[in-house]
């Protein structure tokens, strides 16, 4: 019970703030923004109570996002970062190995959020870590058939390893994260309120259950619909009860629609129709979108499960030889049309442009 002393902790930035910055930004999944919003200002009450005997009775709010390629999970942590102005770090997990074995130790990530923070322990220990492609370090069900021996070390072993940073501890991090095996040179870190911000596509899920049971894809009107993910689920897919226990925040991301597709395109404040058009004009060539050419390039982005990741390779595509003619070329209006995204596309591959 908390003592008749206690006084409520006012945050400038409220939950439905945070909401409104992230859907500036990130076009759909209102559900997600919610939740990680939520998230969000329950791990800012956590650092503004600091070390008072208070502090324990807020657990972290680490948050697992699962959700296809393209849908905004690694846009959606960046922006959180940049409300909530703490030192963000983006990590592959799939880089990392169970310590004493040739790859990065999970203390590394550490290190690189450190970096990021121009090295200020304090704003360290308050910032925010996204680590992606969790799902790549599910443990596999026969380590001998798949030739891993009797040790999982880019799977399960990642995964033990992982614990005491989500849940906190207090680490030697490396100070040079380019040479991590180099132990002479390291600082403490506390790792309690640093947020956690993990996310994987997890695109073979349905395959763990049988027929019978609730699948991670569903055929839907639209193509292919998410249902809802149980922990159970993801146990047997081969993360490990004792990471998910460290995860408590669940958010499940739904692939973005044509509609979404178009207003990413045109309607956040730095949207890839702003950014080259801008870039055009300072050669003095203004850029205009038919409609209908926006919705050729989502319906394009559809087509091949591209998501709005794949956005900048179609523009770059599209844009390509006006892009280049246009330096010394007399000034005037380009119009891009349906026409013109079918003519360009037509052969185009966007597996060869893409990260």
Known sequence: MIDSNFKPVRIELTPEKIFEELDRFVIG????????????YNHLKRIFFGRSPHADLI????????????????????????ILDLPFTIVDITEYTEAGYYGKDVEVMIGELLYRSDFDIKATENGIVFIDEIDKIARRSSGMRTGAGARDI???GVQQALLKLLEGRKLFVPLNITQHWNKHDFVEIDTTNILFICAGTFSDLRGVSSPSAIGFETE???????DSITQKNL?????????LGRIPVNVQLEELGSDDLVRVLKDPPDSLIKEY???????????????GALSEIAAYSLKKHLGARG???????ILHDIMFKAPGS??????????LVRDRLDNFDPGLCME
């Open 29 to 40: 999944q209102q559900k997600a923004k919610r939740i990680i919003a939520l998230a969000a």
């Open 59 to 82: 657990k972290k709010s680490n948050v697992l996002m699962i959700g296809p390629t393209g849908c905004g999970k690694t846009h959606i942590a960046r922006n959180l970062a940049k």
């Open 154 to 156: 880019g799977g399960e």
């Open 220 to 226: 839907t009107t639209s193509g292919i619909r998410r």
């Open 235 to 243: 146990i047997e897919y081969g993360l490990i009860p004792e990471l």
């Open 277 to 291: 058009t801008q870039l055009l004009a300072l050669d003095g060539v203004k850029l205009e979108f038919d409609d």
């Open 311 to 317: 956005l900048r390779s179609i523009m770059e595509e």
């Open 330 to 339: 007399i000034p005037g209006v380009v119009q891009v049309t349906p026409e």
